[in-house]
């Protein structure tokens, strides 16, 4: 069994991969004079790939070891990563999007092939995974995101994109050594199709699955103005410092305050009401951003405010997954990726809404479109949740949405 921190180190690859494409790249195009609903389109094409990472996550079951998988998709995210960073100023939208597109390609694999792993852990430590994985993934992801901004002012581009990739790479290969699994028994093809296809077909017969897709797919929990929020500095005359230390360091470290408290919650609470109680977080300080004055306080009590959400929130999210798909044989990978990437997929069309809303009301109509979608998912969610524990059918499903 692995210990629950180093699921927290090898998402650190993910988590600073994520932050290249949700602050480093939009801080660095904003200085280019690129529009924010432009980077906005760049940023939610670029996540496209966590919306059908299902689509790659069978190779992750295909019979190689998943921490060898893990290993080589740092490596190409690390190689993709180098490439944007590299040809920011230098070529087109079109192909810094390709570059980012394609080290998301990665990540989503990588993201299957960590999902896998972690579906052996018991019920009573699906907490503790979940929280040092996402403080791995968001916060220190946060932290290195800030590090990138403050860099970006100091080094030149080539020296930056040599820095992203070794930031990305290094964590996966040191948890290739730490992680511990069973050695994959070899099989020809035909057997291991067989087994992968009944267990999928197990997982899409299963209403937990159903009832998991809808509840991940909505807008609570998405926080995608995290993605957007290096760009949104200037609307409210932050200075470049704040910027640095609001995105980076400070959201960083609250996030993974968010993570931990998400631990103690996530195991003492109906967790289905825990992740609309996310959403409501992520309402009320968005909203905040959205109608107090365009002044640096708010943008960084908001977004501070926001980041503490979005540790529990995602927190609270994988052990919702976990419970869901329990533990698969041939399929773990394939049926966390095809959860997982319902809720990747919200924040790719959450992220592409803000950008519209920003494109037409400003950073207000970023803050304030987010705000409602998340309000209004966050409060059918707790009906939802309602209904679930009241209703004589509960029985299947509130065994494995409850604590433990």
């Known amino acids: ?27 660095l195009l904003r200085k280019h004079g690129i529009a924010v609903d432009q980077i906005a389109g760049v940023v939610a094409l670029a996540l496209l790939p966590q919306g059908w990472s299902f689509l790659l996550s069978p190779l992750a079951d295909s019979g190689l070891a998943r921490r060898h998988v893990l290993l080589w998709c740092a490596l190409g995210a690390a190689g993709m990563s180098f490439l944007a960073i590299l040809g920011i100023g230098l070529s087109s939208l079109g192909w810094l999007t390709a570059w980012l597109f394609l080290a998301m390609c990665f990540m989503a694999l990588h993201s299957a092939a960590t999902g896998g792993l972690l579906t052996a852990a018991p019920a009573w430590q699906r ?95 998405s926080f995608a103005v995290t993605n957007l929020i290096s760009g949104l500095g200037p609307d409210y005359h932050a200075p470049a410092g704040e910027v640095l230390w609001v995105t980076g360091v400070g959201a960083g470290l609250l996030t993974t305050a968010g993570c931990f408290v998400g631990i103690f919650l996530a195991d003492r609470m109906n967790r289905m009401v825990a992740y609309a109680l996310g959403g409501l977080l992520a309402a009320f300080f968005g909203a905040y951003l959205a109608l107090g004055p365009a002044t640096p306080w708010t943008y960084g009590a908001a977004y501070l405010g926001y980041a503490l959400a979005n540790g529990f929130s995602f927190c609270v999210f994988t052990a919702l997954l976990l419970d869901v798909v329990g533990p698969r044989k041939h399929a773990a990978s394939t049926a966390y990726a095809v959860l997982n990437s319902s809720g990747n997929l919200a924040i790719s069309y959450m992220v592409w809404l803000d950008g519209l809303g920003y494109a037409r009301w400003g950073a207000r109509g970023a803050a304030g479109t987010d705000a409602v979608l998340n309000g209004i998912s966050a409060v059918s969610l707790v009906a939802v949740a309602v209904w679930v524990m009241r209703s004589g059918n509960r029985g299947k499903v509130q065994t494995r949405l409850s604590p433990g």
Do not use: K
């Not at 692995?2 to 801080?27: C, I, K």
């Not at 503790?128 to 002012?153: C, E, P, R, T």
């Not at 581009?157 to 930031?167: I, Q």
């Open 127 to 221: 907490g503790q995974v979940s929280g040092w994985m996402n403080a791995g993934n968001i916060g220190a992801g946060a932290v290195g995101g800030g590090i990138f901004i403050g860099l970006a002012d100091h080094i030149p581009g080539p020296a930056l994109a040599v820095a992203v990739g070794c930031a990305i790479a290094l964590p996966s290969v040191a948890g290739f050594f730490l992680l511990v699994e069973e050695v994959p028994v070899r099989r020809s093809m035909g057997p291991l199709v067989r087994d992968l296809l009944r267990d999928l077909r197990e997982i899409f017969r299963d209403r937990r699955t159903w009832f998991g897709l809808f509840l991940f797919i909505s807008p609570a929990g």
């Open 1 to 27: 069994m692995n210990a629950p921190w180093v699921f927290g180190l090898v998402m650190m690859s993910y988590g600073f991969n994520g932050t290249v494409v949700g602050l480093l790249v939009g801080f």
